[in-house]
């Protein structure tokens, strides 16, 4: 007969382990999708810009030989830099976390015992 613990596959991993997985699994997709199509904007605006700034009839004005296109090129950058690092250090932190914890704990047990 069937056994409450068998879920269709022979597997040794529970059902509720692999739904677990499955968000952590999705929640990493899409953290790194986010940077992805940050990154993604950020090129295609900032060349965008660029020809903008670089077209020769319509730019002979004020700002024919200024380069404007850093002026949001820079600070988005660093905006961008900033995501992917937040992004890539999260992924990579949960066994950070869990060892900061763990220390917490500790700390916090020796507390309550004095």
Partial sequence: ??????????????LSTEQALHKAA??????K??????????VLVNLGLFLLNNMGDWNNGMFEHHRWHFIPMIPWGIGLAIHGVV??????GGDLRQHM?????????RRQQR
């Fill in 1 to 14: 007969m069937n056994d409450s613990n068998d879920y269709g596959n022979h597997s040794t991993t529970p």
């Fill in 26 to 31: 999705k929640r990493r997709v899409e953290q």
């Fill in 33 to 42: 999708m986010g940077f992805y199509t940050h990154a993604l904007v950020y």
């Fill in 87 to 92: 992004t890539f250090f999260s992924l990579q």
């Fill in 101 to 109: 914890m763990d220390k917490e704990l500790e700390t916090l047990r």
